[in-house]
């Protein structure tokens, strides 16, 4: 089935390091959301990015909407240990007339304090 | 305000049972869908309902049927369960209003087919 390439897989980093994660398709997507899951909840929505080159905040983290449209990326900036979760990519795609969203694998995060 | 509630929680099934997993959202959405969750392989669309009265099959349908009872409520049943179907199941539902959808999710539901 159709996925999303999502790298890294799972990152070790220091609390106070900022963070990068991407993920690339081979298909064309005009909406890419970023979402977080907590142990034992759903995901949550982060960011949500509409046009590409489009580049959103929401606090430390901001996200790009790459020019290819087959493309985005996270940053987080000087994390803190709440911000340990899995991280999903999404691009969304119309289908017959119904909009559909493709997900990352997910990117692990682990902070250590 | 609840947003998108799933039940149960957890699950336990012997092979070969049946049940169904249920979800409701209250913030008159009208699409909805079914996804599960494995490890490594992020979440994967099962069936969705695009509007009441209409349900459609997503990536992995094999084995699922699903019931959009309203616009609120969308099922999920698994007929005889399997152990390849040990996975957490989230229900998450959309707007529909094109220019900015986004996708709002359930809590889960942590199944295991033994």
């Known amino acids: 089935g159709q996925q999303l390439n999502q790298s890294p897989q799972s990152m070790f980093i220091q609390e106070g390091e900022d963070v990068s994660m991407n993920c690339t398709s081979s298909?064309?997507?005009?909406?890419w959301l970023w979402y977080k899951q907590d142990p034992g909840e759903g995901p949550v929505l982060l960011i949500a990015l509409y046009k590409a080159g489009e580049l959103t905040s929401n606090g430390r983290l901001t996200a790009q909407f790459g020019i290819t449209r087959k493309d985005s990326f996270l940053n987080i900036s000087a994390s803190i240990p709440s911000d340990v979760g899995i991280y999903f990519c999404?691009?969304?795609?119309?289908?017959?007339?119904?909009?559909?969203?493709?997900f990352g694998t997910g990117t692990r995060l682990k902070v250590l304090a | 305000n609840a947003g998108v509630t799933q039940t149960p929680k957890f699950q336990v099934l012997k092979t070969g049972q049946s049940m169904t997993l249920q979800c409701a959202q209250d913030?008159?959405?009208?699409?909805m869908y079914w996804y599960r969750q494995d490890p490594g392989m992020g979440l994967r669309l099962i069936y969705y309902s695009a509007s009441e009265g209409t349900t459609d099959k997503g990536e992995v349908p094999n084995g699922y049927n699903v019931s959009r009872l309203n616009k609120r409520e969308f099922s999920l049943r698994l007929e005889s369960a399997a152990p390849s179907q040990t996975s957490v199941y989230f229900c998450?539902?959309?707007?529909?209003?094109?220019?900015?959808?986004?996708?709002?999710f359930g809590s889960g539901t942590q199944l295991s087919v033994l």
């Open positions: 999404a691009g969304r795609l119309l289908t017959s007339g119904t909009y559909k969203y493709i």
């Open positions: 913030m008159n959405h009208n699409s």
């Open positions: 998450a539902s959309s707007p529909r209003r094109r220019a900015n959808e986004k996708l709002f």
């Open positions: 298909s064309i997507f005009n909406t």
